[in-house]
């Protein structure tokens, strides 16, 4: 992967569904190099797909907490991961350094159904408590 590569990767994640020609006009390539570069970067795996992003607030999730998860003992990875995939509301999760076990990014419709999905989590076999911070306003937000 070159610098052109990271450049079509970067008008990408901007937009896309952005012509060839669009992204080739402003990294100075023809639209066609700019397809046989997306097509290897594709087969390579670099490029693992396209997507939309919808506002959450559209799909009224406008209630959003990180939850810091704390087990008993030691939990495997995969443990924690089939357990917070039954959890609709989970977002994101991911197992970290410090004393929580894990941190989970959670979206819900309201501050009840929020309750409902840390219940579902705080009752888990192995989860001995959460902690549990709401977000007020978002700040930055970056793919």
């Known amino acids: 992967m070159d610098n052109l590569d990271r450049r ?6 901007q937009n896309s569904r952005a012509a060839y020609g669009d992204i080739g006009g402003v990294i100075g390539l023809s639209a066609s190099a700019v397809k046989r570069r997306v097509d290897r970067l594709m087969a390579d795996g670099v490029i693992r797909g396209f997507t939309i992003h919808v506002d959450p ?3 009224g999730l406008e209630t959003e907490a990180y939850v810091e998860l704390f087990c008993r003992g030691t939990v495997a990875p995969d443990e ?6 039954g959890v609709p509301d989970v977002v ?9 076990d894990a941190i989970v990014h959670m979206r819900s419709h309201n501050i009840a159904s929020l309750e409902d999905a840390l219940e579902a989590v705080r009752n888990a076999p192995n989860v001995d408590h959460t ?3 709401i977000v007020m306003s ?4 970056r793919q």
Do not use: C, H, N
């Open 131 to 133: 902690r549990t911070s």
């Open 92 to 100: 994101d999760a991911g197992t970290v350094s410090g004393s929580a």
């Open 57 to 59: 607030s559209v799909e």
């Open 80 to 85: 924690l991961r089939r357990l917070l995939e």
């Open 8 to 13: 079509i990767i970067d008008q990408l994640r």
């Open 138 to 141: 978002r700040l930055i937000y």
